[in-house]
């Protein structure tokens, strides 16, 4: 009867499990703004085993959209796909869009902005809590069965802490944290290596909200944090930052030559992304130091990766339409030069005139008063020696 009993236990465990929603979590690409990877359900690895390397909350999606409103955000994006990820949803009229969704959320008019992006899917975005749970709870738009998800990197953000002891289990630390901290733990990944036996490992948090405090307090200490950048993402086929290897069609180049080959590499080293005379995993590369870039655009202000690399293009634009605005190139120096050359000579050459013009001027008045002098002493002589004459006489 004991086994039976067991047994019940746990098919009822397994039941209630299944019935509970997938938290998903949106990353982006180049070739889609959007796309959504659904993790699969980790709620039952939310034991106290201290070897676990991932834990996530075990809140809802709605739950967590609906918690915003005790943390600092700014828009709320939900991401509407079709049902079946292989194909897009149909191009509707906007108007058609807006009536089917005025009937359906009646926080609607919370909605700010709606966008259909390239790859078919729809976005909208909210900053009201309860507007953002109900388009969740949509399951068809225009009769097409569709797939909501929130764009996690607006609404979350992410640090690190460091020599957490492996020994502690990932749902204590969340504990740990919500507790003295008072913040809504999303997910938490232990960096741990194969074969690593050491005692401790920093621990990436990702919370609600997209403040981050100075320090977090755990076990009665006060641990400095600072947001987590993310390192450039590279395809280890092709080797582009475009897109993830998992997507990528095409055949495996050699990263230090960038060629297709077999075997050892013997030639010089030649970047397959900047033609630049080194590896295509190089951190040098002026392509990953851009990336580096829009990686910690990304991150500091809450975007996903689509959203980081428009941004950045656009203001490398500006930046460089306003340098060139600002050093037009010259195409007569020569004449330039010559034009400040004469310009200096005819300033210096009215500042000479000027200066002799001054000296001629005194030097006259001062010939003048000689002149005068040299009268008065001569008509003095004459009157002296008429009177030395009349004297003589």
């Given amino acids: 009867s004991r086994v039976r ?29 959007c796309f959504s990877v659904n993790l699969q359900s980790l709620f039952h690895t939310m034991q106290t085993s201290p070897s676990e390397k991932f834990f996530q909350s075990g809140k809802t999606t709605n739950e967590l959209v609906l918690r915003l409103g005790q943390n600092e955000y700014e828009d709320i994006n939900i991401l509407i796909s079709n049902a079946d990820s292989n194909s897009k949803i149909p191009q509707m009229n906007p108007f058609t869009l807006q009536s089917f969704i005025k009937g ?27 507007c953002a749970a109900q388009l969740l709870n949509l399951e068809s738009v225009v009769n097409i069965k569709v797939s909501t998800n929130v764009i996690w990197e607006n609404i979350t953000s992410r640090f690190l802490l460091y020599d957490i ?12 944290l919500t507790r003295n901290n008072g913040i809504e733990i999303v997910e938490m990944r232990r960096f741990v290596k194969q074969n690593n036996f050491r005692e401790t490992s920093p621990v990436l948090v990702t919370k609600l909200g997209t403040h981050l405090p100075g320090c977090m307090k755990i076990w009665f200490t006060n641990q400095k944090i600072q947001s987590f950048i993310d390192r450039p993402r590279q395809c280890t086929k092709c080797y582009s930052f475009m897109h993830p290897s998992r997507v990528c069609e095409k055949t495996p180049v050699c990263h230090s030559c960038g060629t297709i080959h077999s075997g050892i590499c013997q030639v010089p080293q030649k970047c397959v992304n900047c033609q630049g005379d080194h590896s ?33 293009n656009q203001s490398a634009k500006v930046n460089y339409a306003s340098a060139v605005k600002a050093h037009a190139p010259i195409t007569d120096i020569e004449g ?27 030097m006259e ?22 009177a030395i004459n009349k004297l003589g006489g």
Avoid: W
């Avoid at 580096?292 to 996903?304: A, D, F, G, P, V």
């Avoid at 010559?338 to 200066?355: D, G, Q």
């Fill in 5 to 33: 009993l067991v047994l019940f236990v746990f098919l009822q465990l397994g039941i209630s499990c299944s019935k509970l929603s997938h938290t998903q979590v949106t990353v982006s690409d180049v070739h889609d703004d």
């Fill in 165 to 176: 002891p492996t020994t502690v289990s990932l749902r204590e630390i969340a504990e740990e």
């Fill in 336 to 362: 330039q030069i010559n034009e400040k050359m004469e310009a200096m000579l005819l300033k210096m050459n009215e500042k000479i005139e000027s200066v002799i013009q001054t000296i001629n001027a005194k």
């Fill in 104 to 130: 359906k959320i009646n926080r609607h008019t919370s909605i700010q902005n709606m966008k259909i992006t390239r790859q078919g899917k729809i976005i909208l975005t909210t900053q009201d809590p309860v």
């Fill in 280 to 312: 295509a995993t190089s951190k040098g590369c002026p392509l990953y130091i851009t990336e580096q870039n829009i990686m910690e655009l990304k991150c500091r202000n809450h975007l996903t990766t689509a959203e980081a690399r428009r941004i950045y």
């Fill in 365 to 386: 008045q001062q010939a003048n008063q000689l002149v005068e002098l040299f009268e008065r002493l001569v008509e003095s002589l004459l009157q002296n020696f008429s």
